[in-house]
């Protein structure tokens, strides 16, 4: 007697199949078909979930995303709404969610980095990575603000987004060029970012 199946692990289960091929062969590569070879799994079963390859490709975006943000906010909680008595090493440790400090890290970030470029021309991906963009610039912002108690707004903007740059930058680098940009690299390069913060104008 076949098991029932829990809807959400199949899904779950379908995000993790486009992951693997997009970081094996890129975007492009991803169609129903493909998936449901991939996961094991008959193109109906997949059908079953996603109408289209692009319901299936905006699902495994948020499913990213998501993932991405939990770890942001596990990294600095915020009991209050704001975190309180943020310290220089609770921020580099939220930032180093979204460098590809390990495999968990990596495949996500490589995923992310395809699909956000791939919402230039795919009108279906633009609200989902407009989304990532805010919502992690909104968890930077906090957590520059409780490192630096009365930042101005104009300040806390511009430093964010010089934060940001500096870390998708440093991720992709890292992505592409793992061998030399290691682990530790990566994590004095952020930690030298939010110490000059931290410290404010000279």
Not at 72 to 93: F, H, K, R, T, Y
Not at 110 to 134: G, I, Q, Y
Not at 166 to 176: C, D, F, Q, W, Y
């Amino acid at each position: 007697m076949p098991r029932n199946v829990d809807p959400a692990e199949r899904r779950q289960e379908v995000v993790e199949a486009v992951k693997r091929i997009v970081v094996a062969d890129g975007l492009g590569r991803v169609s129903l078909r493909e998936v449901a070879a991939e996961a094991d799994l008959v193109v109906g079963s997949v059908r079953h979930y996603f109408a289209t390859s692009g319901a299936l490709l905006v699902h495994a975006f948020e499913s990213v995303v998501d993932a991405v943000l939990a770890r942001l906010a596990s990294a600095v909680p915020e009991p209050s709404g704001a975190p309180l008595g943020v310290g220089e090493d609770e921020v580099v440790a939220q930032l180093c969610q979204l460098l590809p400090l390990d495999e968990e890290r990596a495949v996500d970030l490589c995923v992310w980095a395809e699909f956000k470029l791939a919402a230039r021309t795919r009108p279906e991906l633009v609200a989902t990575a407009e989304r990532s963009h805010r919502a992690v610039a909104a968890v930077v912002g906090r957590s520059l603000m409780a490192l630096r108690p009365g930042l101005g707004s104009d300040v806390l903007v511009r430093e964010a987004e010089r934060l940001l740059a500096t870390i998708e930058g440093l991720g992709l680098h890292a992505l592409l060029q793992g061998r030399w940009l290691d682990a530790q690299l990566c994590l004095d390069v952020v930690r030298t970012q939010v110490a000059g913060i931290a410290a404010g104008p000279h």
